[in-house]
T-cell receptor, first 120, second 110 residues
């Protein structure tokens, strides 16, 4: 079955450490995204990638980094510069970025199950 | 500034008690409005996309409608398994990614 796999599901980080969250998709989607979810807040966009070897900052990119070397993979690194990293992280993908390609549902997001990061 | 506001923040219903969730939006030139369902500790699951005012879509006990300023998610005769957080999102006008509301947490008691 096609889908998005995020790992690990739970992760604990000590202050000053960098950690990397994995996101892999087998849907053959061009676009991938990372969102952060905090209690009482909506999903906030961290980074997104429209195509391999290209990515853009979202609304809250400070303290995070990404890479997109393969179409299937979009890992997120939470660096020590991120002041308050404890949150639920969601990876998503879509057929494309929805810029009027004419494909119905091209920008519908499919989400992974999420990774919960806790700073000790 | 593009914005999505959902109300109420939380809604408690008795099984069989129909109601509606609201999503009001401010965006320059709506290109799509999305509804998702999210269970605790899981990723959101896609429900509907609406593209133009007057459009309606249905799935089991859920019906989504769209006007020029807001969308409603109507829940008819809800069951306890409908308990979840419902998220609304729109395509951001200046870019192409989605902006999400904070969600409505629905609890349906038997």
């Amino acid at each position: 079955d096609g889908g998005i796999t995020q790992s690990p599901k739970y992760l604990f980080r000590k202050e000053g450490q960098n950690v990397t969250l994995s996101c892999e998709q087998n849907l053959n989607h061009d676009a991938m995204y990372w969102y952060r979810q905090d209690p009482g807040q909506g999903l906030r966009l961290i980074y997104y990638s429209q195509i391999v070897n290209d990515f853009q900052k979202g609304d809250i990119a400070e303290g995070y980094s990404v890479s997109r070397e393969k179409k299937e993979s979009f890992p997120l690194t939470v660096t020590s510069a991120q002041q308050n990293p404890t949150a639920f992280y969601l990876c998503a993908s879509s057929i494309d970025f929805g810029r009027g390609t004419g494909v119905s549902g091209a920008n519908v997001l499919t989400f992974g199950a999420g990774s919960r990061l806790t700073v000790l | 500034e593009d914005q999505v506001t959902q109300s109420p923040e939380a809604l408690r219903l008795q099984e069989g008690e129909s109601s509606s969730l609201n999503c009001s939006y401010t965006v320059s030139g709506l290109r799509g409005l999305f509804w998702y369902r999210q269970d605790p500790g899981k990723g959101p699951e896609f429900l509907f996309t609406l593209y133009s005012a007057g459009e309606e879509k249905e799935k089991e006990r859920l019906k989504a409608t769209l006007t020029k300023k807001e969308s409603f998610l109507h829940i008819t005769a809800p069951k306890p398994e409908d308990s979840a957080t419902y998220l609304c999102a729109v395509i951001r006008g200046s870019q192409g990614n989605l902006i999400f509301g904070k969600g409505t947490k629905l609890s349906v008691k038997p």
